[in-house]
């Protein structure tokens, strides 16, 4: 008979398992803020890291240009030895002029052009001859991103057997890259440079 009287009814039956069951939140203590912005901030710089660890060296992406419009049965798609023909072809292809330096009477002939991409980004390739050598000039419109890629390359390098100089001037990246000697790369080089201050 007194089990009838103390029987808890259903309601706070189910009350009693709904407190034990539920979880009790705990406040975040005060030192954890600090502590998982620093892990955050440390796996963006790592993630930052690999990402240019990860990033194939610039010059070997040129070099591989170069030999593409070597490798290539149509090299250039504008065909001159003019430059008043091969500049002026660029016009709304790529988005920014630059200067052909005059090559009458010196070591180089202008083949032709052709618009390249670097890092997803359209330039001008110019195909200049000396002798029985082949030399690429690319053009590019510098960017940040274009700055960081080729600040390590200082004066001549050289890359899959190919000599190579790369410098900036007036917004633009130039790289001049062929597998003649050093002394003729820096030859167009200063042609260059000379007509694009």
């Known amino acids: ?68 419009m070597l490798a290539s049965a149509n090299p250039v798609d504008v065909v001159s030895t003019d430059r008043h023909t091969v500049k002026p072809w660029f016009a709304g292809r790529i988005p920014f002029a630059f200067n052909v330096p005059e090559f009458a009477g010196s070591d180089f002939a202008l083949l032709g052009g052709k618009v390249a991409y670097f890092d997803q980004q359209p330039g001008a390739q110019l195909l200049v001859g000396m002798k029985q050598h082949k030399i690429s000039v690319l053009i590019f419109k510098e960017s940040p991103l274009m700055t960081h890629a080729f600040a390590p390359a200082t004066g001549m390098e050289a890359r899959n057997g190919f000599e190579m100089q790369t410098w900036s001037s007036g917004g633009l990246r130039f790289v001049v890259t062929g597998d003649t000697e050093p002394a003729s790369i820096d030859k167009l080089a200063a042609m260059m440079r000379q007509a694009n201050p």
């Open 1 to 68: 008979m007194a089990r009838g009287k103390f029987t808890p009814s259903t309601e706070f039956r189910a009350r009693m398992m709904k407190q034990m069951t539920a979880k009790k939140r705990r406040a975040t203590p005060s030192w954890m803020w600090p502590a998982l912005a620093t892990v955050a901030a440390m796996l963006m710089i790592f993630a930052a890291w690999m990402h240019s660890a990860q990033r194939p060296d610039p010059l070997s992406e040129v070099a591989d240009l170069h030999v593409n």
